[in-house]
């Protein structure tokens, strides 16, 4: 079993940026795969990015693509996600999600793949 504590959420303006991190309870980190995903008002809750266990492969939604960076720190138990080039349509509130996985470079992109969520940490972009 894994908990997920979202932290860095905010207010920022158009372009700028935001990091977000994700700690991990439990001794078993580096046998998930992570995500993030993001919900925002009125819509339902879309793929981000999503690091293999290992931290080898990474995979991004197109509109997020050169603009956010997701990493992981297995010694740390934490999942990052480095927002740049912020926009207003970034706006929602954005979790952390974990997915047990065997194989070491899987990265998984549905919902339905993830085990765990975080609680939610809320990122406005202001135009």
């Known amino acids: 079993q894994v908990q997920l504590v979202e932290s860095g959420g905010g207010l920022v303006q158009a372009g700028g940026s935001l990091g977000l991190s994700c700690a991990a309870s439990g001794r078993t980190f580096s046998t998930y795969a992570m995500g993030w995903f993001r919900q925002a008002p009125g819509k339902e809750r879309e793929f981000v990015a999503a690091?293999?266990?290992?931290?080898?492969?990474?995979y991004y939604t197109d509109s997020v693509k050169g603009r956010f960076t997701i990493s992981r720190d297995n010694a740390k138990n934490t999942v990052y996600l480095q927002m740049n080039s912020l926009k207003p349509e970034d706006t929602a509130v954005y979790y952390c999600?974990?997915?047990?996985?065997?194989?070491?470079?899987?990265?998984?992109?549905?919902?339905?793949?993830?085990?765990?969520w975080g609680q939610g940490t809320q990122v406005t972009v202001s135009s």
């Open positions: 690091i293999s266990r290992s931290g080898g492969s990474t």
């Open positions: 999600a974990a997915s047990r996985q065997i194989t070491a470079w899987t990265t998984p992109r549905e919902k339905y793949e993830y085990g765990h």
